[in-house]
């Protein structure tokens, strides 16, 4: 995962980085060091944030009310 798909993810999900640190328990300066150290984002990040993104999916697809239905 590069880090402007690690920013796509969280913007989708309308997180903040300091959302993702908290939910994770990361340091909030961790993804400031992939950012700017090179540091590589770990493997386990795409698979949490992919979690996120489809249950984000599976609410909008069946507890959200459909859009212009009555």
Known sequence: MTIEEFD???ST???K???F???TGLHRNTPSRWRSDGVEIPAWVPKHLGLLLEVK???ASYLEPAKGED
Do not use: K
């Open 13 to 15: 999900l309308g997180w």
């Open 57 to 59: 999916r599976l609410h």
């Open 8 to 10: 796509a993810a969280l």
């Open 21 to 23: 640190c908290r939910a």
């Open 17 to 19: 980085v300091s959302d």
